[in-house]
């Protein structure tokens, strides 16, 4: 059995659009990074499934590969950016970030 590009693809939108919803409304620092995370695998998800149906080039495969390395860096930098501004700031709100900028 065989699943269609289309539903792959409808899929990796439905991912891609709560990722971006999440991002854009929520004001919590680890919900903001959970967000990027939904977004880069959504992406991930429409390479590889691209790349499933073109099977002779392997390029999705490896953007795919960069993206998770990409998506690991961020979370760990990102996971200690929130670390350090909740035990200076003691809250991980968005909006209390303001303090970064001097």
């Given at each position: 059995?065989?699943?269609?590009?289309?539903?792959f693809v409808?899929?990796?939108a439905a991912?891609?659009?709560?990722g971006?919803?999440?991002?854009?409304?929520?004001?919590?620092?680890?919900?903001?990074?959970?967000?990027?995370?939904?977004m880069?695998?959504?992406?991930?998800l429409?390479?590889?499934a691209?790349?499933?149906?073109?099977?002779g080039d392997?390029t999705g495969?490896?953007?795919?590969?960069f993206?998770?390395?990409i998506?690991?860096?961020?979370?760990?930098?990102?996971?200690a950016?929130?670390?350090?501004?909740?035990?200076?700031?003691?809250?991980?709100?968005?909006?209390?970030?303001d303090l970064?900028?001097?």
């Amino acid at each position: 059995m065989t699943i269609p590009l289309e539903y792959f693809v409808i899929v990796s939108a439905a991912i891609f659009l709560t990722g971006a919803v999440g991002f854009l409304l929520r004001r919590n620092l680890l919900v903001l990074l959970m967000s990027i995370e939904l977004m880069l695998n959504a992406v991930n998800l429409t390479l590889v499934a691209f790349n499933r149906q073109y099977t002779g080039d392997h390029t999705g495969q490896i953007f795919t590969f960069f993206i998770i390395a990409i998506a690991a860096a961020e979370a760990a930098v990102g996971l200690a950016i929130v670390l350090a501004f909740f035990r200076l700031r003691n809250t991980v709100r968005s909006d209390d970030a303001d303090l970064l900028r001097n």
